[in-house]
């Protein structure tokens, strides 16, 4: 099976194991959910309701805060119990809705079955997604309809799904494939349909040759679609290495996708694309892995936003031994989360425990100038010397060593013999570039 792949990236083992095998199984609707208003890239959602509102499943909760923003929905039936500041997946403390579970499942009228969906107009379409409140299911959390509006100046003749799931430990888009693969390429169609795009290829590593082949069976008769195996390489599932390794096309420093005719869509997005512009349906619950060796039985859960992680380690089974690291999302690319009763989010694609065995407590060493971070930096970048600039607080030049195109992916620090936190400096370096570059903007005095 020919695969492709990108020039730098490491090869971590994939720790799949534990969770590829199991089908995705409903987890049932909580006590209460927490749904923050912060989910997704751009302004946070304005809260539609108040203290002591009753809602439905499915009912909208807060409006987008602008064009870069989308609302949310109650993913259980219930009441308005609290609006107020709790713990993030991302490590922070963000302003949510607490919803009280009043256990009787009831849904919201809008719901239907739409079967002549594809005849809608690309604008009906296009809606149904910015009020579904979807926003990127891989982790990104970039709001679809946006991403479904390009400049007119911007056409677009490619859609790529990312099915490659890359992320060591993470199995819920793989599940989402071999469970629901008519959904997703319809998902991709529509997609297409609302670019005006003739291509559509979904991207998926070798590791799920299951996947591959069932994805295959289903597209072998549709005309400009593909199938592209990719060889394992972390982060195949970037945007711009995924594009250059299904397509041969390089998109440019500083530049997106659109510039060179091409979209990038999670599966586990189209898949909900496909469910909003069918079935009217908003974007409330979403496939995650819940894994690690530690838990007893590891699972691929489909939760209603805002359920809490402690609830979901309870549903499988526990862990044999106390946790020492929690992690939202895959090892590389995670935040660890220093709070178990942390809700779910739209992005939560995974929840990896690890035991005390299992941490590696290191100290950063000097450099070596080994070369290893160069070598395997997807973007290629030097890491340790933008690191060594940020530590020396020296910004400008971090930025002109094109500190802003690094895309925190992870492989300079796993592969750093001396340890050290490349990743964490390059982070605080990016706010600090970002600082500069604000007090450096032009000042628009008034007349």
Known sequence: MAAETFKGGVHPHDFKHFSNKVPIEDFPAPKKVIIHLTQHIGAPSKPTVKVGDLVKKGQKISEAGGFVSIPMHSSISGKVTNIGTYPH???TV???IEIENDGKNECVDCLEDN???MDMTVDEMKNRVKEAGICGMGGAGFPTHVKLSPPENKPI??????????EPFLTADHRLMLEKPDEIIAGLKIIMKILGAKKGYIGIELNKKDAIKIMRGKLKIEKNFQVVPLHLRYPQGAEK???YAATRKKVPAGGLPMDVGIVVHNVGTAFAIYEAVRYNKPCIERITTV???IVKKPKNLRVPIGSSISDMIEYCGGTIIDIAKLISGGPMMGFAIPNIDTPITKTTSGIVLFGKDEIVD???QPCLHCSRCVDACPMNLIPTFI?????NQNYEFAQKLNILDCMECGSCSYVCPSHIQIIQWIKLGKLEVGKLMKKNEPQNHPS
Not at 387 to 391: G, I, M, Y
Request: hydrophobic share 30%; net charge negative.
């Open 89 to 91: 997946p991302l490590g």
């Open 94 to 96: 963000q302003q949510a």
């Open 115 to 117: 079967e002549s969906y």
């Open 157 to 166: 003749n490619t859609v790529i799904l990312n099915g490659v799931e890359c």
């Open 241 to 243: 290495q995924l594009i």
């Open 291 to 293: 894994t690690g060796s």
């Open 362 to 364: 290191t100290k950063e």
């Open 387 to 391: 690191a060594e600039n940020v530590k």
